[in-house]
């Protein structure tokens, strides 16, 4: 298994321009997650997934946009991009809720010039 | 959700026993406390949960009082490749699985 991928690992964004950060999972998790990570600080949550076609928001989903159409996928869309959103971003999955194990990818590395 | 506190960061030297402790006052009944462990430029990976007394594995152990008011993940031991950030979670069994990571505790250990 290769557990959680993310792609890219680096990327450099125009202020304004759009983008959309990747994430897979081969474990048949059904709950997926997106954190960001500023320097020195612990993560935030973006959004998370319970299942395909259903996402809900987290701690600061502002600027950003998800889906979910398969168990496996969970893109993370952003949009009119602002140095704000310069951060590394976590992608992460778990079986169930509650108190399940999260499994995170190795994360994407994101400036916003 | 129950916010937690944890030093900011701790030193050790190789082949010491570290605790470090964390508070969670406002924990609830269905709230199980889970340590998290981060790399630089990697994402947290899983290190242990409990829900009362002591859960050992073999990493670390976890101790809980009996008020779960606080709890202290103790590394035996540790090495020079344990220096990382520790974030001690608090998550409810019924919630939707929506991990609040505090700042953590950085871990610096020395030769």
């Known amino acids: 298994n290769a557990g959680v991928t993310q792609t890219p690992k680096f990327h450099i964004l125009k202020i304004g321009q759009s983008m959309t950060l990747q994430c897979t999972q081969d474990?048949?998790?059904?709950?997926m997650y997106w954190y960001r990570q500023d320097p020195g600080m612990g993560l935030k949550l973006i959004y998370y997934s319970v299942g395909a076609g259903i996402t809900d928001k987290g701690e600061v989903p502002n600027g950003y946009n998800v889906s979910r159409s398969t168990t496996e996928d969970f893109p993370l869309r952003l949009e009119l991009a602002a140095p704000s959103q310069t951060s590394v971003y976590f992608c992460?999955?778990?079986?169930?809720?509650?108190?399940?194990?999260?499994?995170f990818g190795p994360g994407t590395r994101l400036t916003v010039l | 959700l129950a916010k937690t506190t944890q030093p900011i960061s701790m030193d050790s030297y190789e082949g010491q026993e570290v605790n470090i402790t964390c508070s969670h006052n406002n924990i609830a009944t269905n709230d199980y406390i889970t340590w998290y462990q981060q790399f630089p430029s990697q994402g947290p990976r899983f290190i242990i949960q409990g829900y009362k007394t002591k859960v050992t594995n073999e990493v670390a152990s976890l101790f809980i009082p009996a008020d779960r008011k606080s709890s202290t993940l103790s590394l035996p031991r540790v090495s020079l490749s344990d220096t990382a950030v520790y974030y001690c979670l608090v998550a409810s069994s019924g919630g939707y699985n929506k991990l609040i990571f505090g700042a953590g505790t950085r871990l610096a250990v020395h030769p």
């Open positions: 474990m048949n998790h059904n709950y």
């Open positions: 992460a999955s778990s079986y169930s809720r509650g108190t399940d194990t999260q499994y």
